[in-house]
């Protein structure tokens, strides 16, 4: 059923026939604000956009517009619905409907078509021209439904742990998903305003209101959640709409208040006391959450860190007004983004008024820090890393904080270390890293030393030449045709097709890193810590993926450059009976004055391995040492 609610919900999020694209206007400011440095998460923001948003809107006459209030802004349209179109008058109806609905169509079976009366459902509600009791305690009986369909709808992609290429029809119940939790976000606000401008209150106004901001947070809560999940972009006004219910929630005084949640005990991070929690304490969650950059870290610690942000939640505290002596995250009412640690404005030339009452706030983190730091002393099952991440992150000691270029020019992009070294090896520019490699001796003994029996060399670029292969021809010399390769032919068209390079548009550039903007599909073969190589302008430049999102028109990625020098070789590991294996793909990397190091798949290769190097033609045998950066797919190792 189409209805006017619809119109509320983000176009991030429709799936299917119902996915429209993505305003350019939007995603063209989204660029422009990632280009400024404010920020290094996807969800950037200009410094520009918050001094222009925070200024008094101009009437025609001249004089200043008043600011709308919490209340106009979280505006769901008119209750018009007289009845639901089921026949049920008040929840006790609704509850018999919705278990027979459900023997009918059991959830397992029939998720995908129970979500779209579901969200039917909640739309009537949101116009139902009902008491705000009645609404409320219908909301109630659906919100365990809906989060069950909801668990069912995304249990196949967090089985497979959120890695791999998502199927379309896995990618269509993700978005189903969010949808449902965006109509029931939109459903309680409705019933929180009905509350709100509702005179004169009754008895137990402030204990519906405070149960109905809670639902409503809560439901912004698990859609931050799923999509930071399955690396979607967070479904336009999330960020906004939920920061204008605790907005409310603090203007009612009702932001410190208690609330049962039956639902509480269900989820991961909850203990067998938990039984509620503070109105606002969905949101502080999913703001500590969102501040630690999910979009860098795989499935599994994400896991641990949404459990880590659900504890750390219960001492944050909303303030006013900034204390620069704190560690904070700042939040402004007027954008649709997370809060941002306050550490990244300190060398920037934004006001932090607008981070404060009335403009928005920031969230203390003495408390969290101060639980992270003893986690971080006995972290037990959880990683030290990451919480080593996190603290790194909130002090201000990771992330590009330099200022971005905007670019926007065109580019071509290839995924996974084999694609790369395939394209790598086309090139015929000299490679120093080589030459480090595989030359070992010091200068004083290769002046002494000189060995004139070497194989053929190309005096150009100083690779050694295979067999029946010439030198590249100069203004000296002619041009000669190889000779006919003794080798078995291999299917050229099948290997480019292969690793044929994908189309992107470069965004903006750092001096370490970039912002890339690929095709749609690319979304399910994407993976935060994977290998990728941009070329512009006839050079491969290699990165590693730092944080990436969808959108239903394209991808976004931000990369980090490995910078320097790389060169394709093919490496042979030996087995601890001392067996050769085969040929395996690796990158070879080295900046001047630094010795080179081994880009390996992280499952194929560990610290002690002894493997053979092999390129052009060249061959030595090293033992690879520790690592110097780790990832989920690759490793790169210190060798001799």
Same mark, same amino acid.
């Given at each position: 059923m189409q209805d006017a609610a619809e119109l509320e919900i983000g176009h991030r999020a429709h799936p299917g026939s119902d996915a429209s694209g993505t305003s350019e206007t939007n995603i063209d400011d989204r660029a422009r604000a990632d280009s400024t440095g404010i920020d290094t998460d996807p969800d950037s923001v200009a410094a520009a956009h918050v001094s222009r948003t925070d200024q008094p809107a101009q009437s025609v006459g001249g004089k200043a517009a008043r600011a709308p209030s919490a209340q106009e802004k979280l505006a769901t349209g008119p209750r018009d619905l007289?009845?639901?179109?089921?026949? #049920? &008058?008040?929840?006790?109806?609704?509850?018999?409907?919705? %278990?027979?609905?459900?023997?009918?169509?059991?959830?397992?079976?029939?998720?995908? +078509?129970?979500?779209?009366?579901?969200?039917?459902?909640?739309? *009537?509600i949101t116009r139902w021209n009902a008491p705000a009791r009645l609404r409320l305690a219908s909301l109630e009986v659906l919100?365990?439904?809906?989060?069950? /369909? #909801?668990d069912a709808l995304t249990r196949a992609t967090a089985d497979s742990g959120g890695s791999g290429p998502h199927p379309q029809e896995q990618r269509r119940d993700l978005l189903i998903a969010a949808i449902l939790f965006q109509h029931q976000a939109l459903a309680y606000t409705s019933v929180c305003l009905q509350l709100v401008s509702e005179e004169p209150h009754t008895l137990f106004f402030r204990r519906h209101l405070a149960r109905a901001l809670h639902r409503g947070i809560d439901s912004y809560r698990s859609l931050v959640q799923i999509s930071s999940h399955f690396y979607l972009a967070t479904p336009k006004s999330g960020w906004s709409r939920m920061q204008q219910l605790v907005q409310l929630a603090r203007e009612q005084q009702l932001d410190q208040r208690r609330v049962l949640d039956p639902l509480a005990r269900t989820r991961a991070s909850a203990? &067998?006391?938990?039984?509620? *929690?503070?109105?606002?304490?969905?949101?502080?969650?999913?703001?500590?959450?969102?501040?630690?950059?999910?979009?860098?870290?795989? =499935?599994?610690?994400? !896991?641990?860190?949404?459990s880590c942000c659900a504890r750390w939640a219960s001492g944050a505290r909303l303030q006013d007004q900034i204390n620069p002596a704190v560690r904070s995250l700042l939040a402004n009412l007027r954008l649709d983004q997370a809060p941002i640690p306050? $550490? !990244?404005?300190?060398?920037? &030339? =934004? %006001?932090?008024k607008h981070f404060t009452a009335p403009f928005g706030w920031s969230i203390d983190l003495t408390a969290p820090l101060r639980q992270l730091q003893r986690r971080l002393r006995r972290p037990g099952k959880l990683s030290p890393d990451l919480l080593s991440? =996190?603290?790194?992150?909130?002090?201000?000691?990771?992330?590009?904080?330099?200022? +971005?270029?905007?670019?926007?020019?065109?580019?071509? $992009?290839?995924?996974?270390?084999?694609?790369? #070294?395939?394209?790598l090896k086309q090139g015929d520019e000299v490679a120093p890293e080589l030459v480090a490699a595989f030359d070992t001796r010091d200068s004083a003994s290769r002046s002494k030393n000189l060995v004139m029996e070497v194989g053929s060399i190309d005096f150009h670029t100083g690779r050694a030449l295979k067999d029946y292969e010439v030198s590249v021809p100069d203004a000296y010399s002619s041009a000669l045709p190889s000779a006919p390769s003794t080798a078995r032919q291999t299917d050229n068209a099948r290997v480019q097709k292969r690793y044929q390079p994908i189309p992107a548009t470069l965004l903006n550039t750092s001096d370490n890193g970039a912002g890339l903007r690929l095709p749609p599909d690319i979304q399910g073969r994407l993976?935060?810590?994977?290998?990728?190589? =941009?070329?512009?302008?006839?050079?491969?430049e290699v990165a590693l993926v730092r944080w990436h999102y969808g959108l239903p028109d394209q991808c976004r990625v931000g990369v980090e450059l490995l910078g320097g020098y790389t060169s394709a070789? &093919? $490496? /042979?590991?030996?087995?601890?009976d001392g067996r050769r294996t085969g040929p395996m793909a690796g990158l070879l990397t080295g900046n001047a004055g630094l010795p080179p190091e081994l880009v390996l798949p992280t499952p194929l290769f560990q610290s002690g391995d002894s493997v053979d190097i092999v390129a052009a033609g060249q061959t030595r045998n090293v033992?690879? /040492?520790? !690592?110097?950066?780790?990832?989920?797919?690759?490793a790169i190792f210190e060798f001799s």
């Open positions: 007289t009845a639901l179109t089921c026949g #049920c &008058r008040n929840h006790r109806q609704l509850r018999r409907w919705i %278990d027979s609905l459900l023997q009918q169509n059991p959830i397992d079976g029939k998720a995908q +078509r129970n979500a779209g009366t579901l969200r039917s459902l909640l739309a *009537e919100r365990p439904i809906v989060a069950a /369909h #909801c203990n &067998r006391f938990t039984r509620g *929690e503070k109105v606002i304490q969905p949101y502080l969650q999913s703001a500590l959450f969102a501040s630690a950059n999910p979009l860098q870290l795989t =499935v599994e610690d994400q !896991r641990q860190l949404w306050a $550490v !990244r404005l300190q060398h920037t &030339r =934004v %006001d932090l991440r =996190v603290q790194g992150l909130w002090a201000g000691e990771k992330g590009r904080s330099d200022q +971005r270029t905007p670019v926007d020019i065109r580019c071509e $992009v290839i995924l996974g270390i084999s694609a790369i #070294c395939h394209h993976h935060s810590g994977d290998l990728i190589a =941009v070329q512009v302008k006839e050079r491969w070789v &093919r $490496v /042979h590991r030996y087995t601890k033992t690879l /040492h520790q !690592r110097s950066m780790t990832t989920g797919s690759i």
